[in-house]
């Protein structure tokens, strides 16, 4: 398997790409019937756990690269931004799963910030690289479960930070790497019983 730079950065923005789009065609069709997502609006956030050790093959926690961290930053953070979306880059568990987000983002969802710094080793390499490159970054103990959409790089377990209802997103890319990547969007809650239409 190719683990070059390049690589991580291609397979990481055909995913990001991939959940974005994700049911879009179905839900702008006028006639469409899909209650399985929710459409993303500018102002939603996704957010983003991703273990670089996973990504280059090591067990997670082992071997936090800035480089993946960066490459994977480089796919995913434009293809966000272009929508007017924010993103939540969570840490890893020596920070209890905090997230990074931008100040606008924690402003507009009332987002409690806290008092930490990511780090390589009590962060992440993810954690960090989101520190570096938002223009203004904040750090959050949690986002109230509102993320509208998510990707999970390695299995670092961000479904505490999903807006109920997840819906998997079954994914041609499914790997970074030597990581595991497991999406979901959501969709509003199906209420009602037999008589119920939707």
Request: hydrophobic letters at 45%; proline letters at 3%.
């Amino acid at each position: 398997m190719d683990f070059s730079l390049d690589s991580i950065k291609a397979q990481a923005s055909a995913a990001i790409n991939e959940l974005l789009n994700y049911g879009e065609a179905e839900l702008n069709y006028a006639g469409a019937s899909n209650h399985n997502i929710s459409k993303l609006n500018p102002g939603d956030v996704v957010v983003i756990g991703c273990s670089t050790s996973r990504v280059s093959g090591y067990h997670m926690g082992t071997h936090s690269t800035e480089d993946i961290a960066k490459a994977i930053m480089e796919a995913v953070l434009p293809a966000v931004r272009e929508r007017g979306l924010f993103l939540a880059c969570q840490c890893c568990e020596h920070l209890n799963r905090a997230l990074v987000v931008e100040r606008a983002c924690a402003e507009k969802y009332g987002l409690e910030e806290v008092c930490v710094k990511p780090a390589l080793h009590a962060g992440g390499a993810w954690s960090v690289r989101a520190c570096e490159v938002f223009d203004e970054p904040v750090v959050v103990e949690d986002i109230k479960s509102i993320a509208k959409a998510g990707m999970d790089i390695g299995g670092v377990l961000i479904g505490m930070h999903m807006k109920r209802v997840a819906v998997p997103v079954h994914a041609e890319n499914d790997k970074i790497g030597a990581a595991n990547v497991v999406m979901a969007r959501v969709r509003p809650k199906l209420i009602g019983g037999a008589r119920a239409q939707y």
